[in-house]
T-cell receptor
Framework: QKEVEQNSGPLSVPEGAIASLNCTYSDRGSQSFFWYRQYSGKSPELIMSIYSNGDKEDGRFTAQLNKASQYVSLLIRDSQPSDSATYLCAVNIFGSASGTYKYIFGTGTRLKVLA | EAQVTQNPRYLITVTGKKLTVTCSQNMNHEYMSWYRQDPGLGLRQIYYSMNVEVTDKGDVPEGYKVSRKEKRNFPLILESPSPNQTSLYFC???????????FGSGTRLTVV
């Protein structure tokens, strides 16, 4: 089982709809959670971080974290064609044995917003 | 402007010829990492550094070296590059161990 799993997509949504992106993780030592957006040929850009259970909203983006079920999701409201990109989920895991943090990325979900 | 600067952006080299990819950040971040990104495999961590002179291996460290002599710089060294190191490389930095990363623009390396 991969440590961080995402559906590769593509996820296609019409312009103006809500895009829902999901990510599951396997390590219960996971401490913090992130969503990055990566346009084709560009570097990843941090768009959301979430550290505790519940929802966190920032503009059209909402991150949702459920530690009991080990998933984190990203909702994009009023999706625009400019939101078309690959969305990467990342998890920061604290290893109690090693005393260090490990930052793991999922392989990403490609989102296509259709005009 | 706060940024992570990598050089070069593109590099084609031959097997066995030592190379260095430079990375510099101007945000006074303690944490820095190197990742490689390959189709279907996503971003995999090569090495990371928690502060000056403190580095540790990530998931795919074989064939790579790093150093952190100054807080702002974190070069990636390939002593004897091989074709399986052909990839897109990203340097990234973060202000604390639980924070999100700021990425550099990437270095596309081809080893022939």
């Amino acid at each position: 089982q991969k440590e961080v799993e995402q559906n590769s997509g593509p996820l296609s949504v019409p312009e103006g709809a809500i895009a829902s992106l999901n990510c599951t993780y396997s390590d219960r030592g996971s401490q913090s959670f992130f969503w990055y957006r990566q346009y084709s040929g560009k570097s990843p850009e941090l768009i959301m971080s979430i550290y505790s259970n519940g929802d966190k909203e920032d503009g059209r983006f909402t991150a949702q974290l459920n530690k009991a079920s080990q998933y984190v999701s990203l909702l994009i409201r009023d999706s625009q064609p400019s939101d078309s990109a690959t969305y990467l989920c990342a998890v920061n895991i604290f290893g109690s044995a090693s005393g260090t943090y490990k930052y793991i990325f999922g392989t990403g979900t490609r989102l296509k917003v259709l005009a | 402007e706060a940024q992570v600067t990598q050089n070069p952006r593109y590099l084609i080299t031959v097997t066995g010829k030592k190379l260095t990819v430079t990375c510099s950040q101007n945000m006074n971040h303690e944490y820095m990492s190197w990742y490689r990104q390959d189709p279907g495999l996503g971003l995999r961590q090569i090495y990371y550094s928690m502060n000056v002179e403190v580095t540790d291996k990530g998931d795919v460290p074989e064939g790579y070296k790093v150093s952190r002599k100054e807080k702002r710089n974190f070069p990636l060294i390939l002593e004897s590059p091989s074709p399986n190191q052909t990839s897109l490389y990203f340097c990234a930095s973060s202000h604390h161990k639980e924070g999100g990363y700021t990425f550099g623009s990437g270095t596309r390396l081809t080893v022939v």
